[in-house]
C-alpha cells in the first residue's frame, strides 16, 4: 500500500464514521439532533462535517446511542499515529500498512459503510 491508499483509507474511515455518526444520532435524537443532544462539550465546538479524528471517539464515548463502541474505540486509537504520519506526509512502515488496513477493515465492518463512496 502507497501513500496515496494510505490517505484514503483514512479519509473513508474518517467520513465514515461522520456519517455513521450522523445516522445513529439522527436515529436516537431525531432529524434535529443537533440541537436536541447535549452539547455541552468542547468537541462540539465544530460541526461534525468539520470534527477532527479525534473529536469522532468522543461522540462515542459520550452518547447512549453508541453504547457497544469500546471495540470501534479501541481501534481508532490504535490509528492515532498512524492519522499524524499520513496528515504530516511521513512515509509508513510496513507495520503501520497493516495495521491500518487491518483498523481499516474493522471500521467499515463496524459501522456497516463498507461502500460509502
Known amino acids: ?3 496515496q491508499e494510505a490517505y484514503g483509507h483514512l479519509f473513508m474511515i474518517e467520513n465514515g464514521l461522520r456519517k455513521y455518526i450522523n445516522d445513529k444520532m ?3 435524537y ?3 439532533w443537533r440541537i436536541k443532544a447535549p452539547n455541552n462539550m468542547s468537541f462540539r465546538r465544530r460541526p461534525l462535517e ?3 479524528f479525534y473529536d469522532l471517539e468522543s461522540y462515542l464515548r459520550v452518547y447512549p446511542c453508541f453504547h457497544n463502541s469500546e471495540d470501534l474505540i ?3 486509537q490504535k490509528l ?3 492519522r499524524n504520519a499520513i496528515a504530516h506526509c511521513h512515509e509508513l512502515s510496513e507495520e503501520q500498512y497493516q495495521i491500518l488496513e487491518e483498523c481499516y ?3 467499515m465492518v463496524n ?3 463498507s461502500n460509502i463512496y
Open 50 to 52: 468539520q470534527s477532527y
Open 1 to 3: 500500500m502507497r501513500m
Open 80 to 82: 492515532y499515529p498512524i
Open 74 to 76: 479501541l481501534t481508532l
Open 111 to 113: 459501522i456497516s459503510y
Open 26 to 28: 439522527t436515529a436516537h
Open 30 to 32: 431525531g432529524v434535529d
Open 105 to 107: 477493515e474493522k471500521v
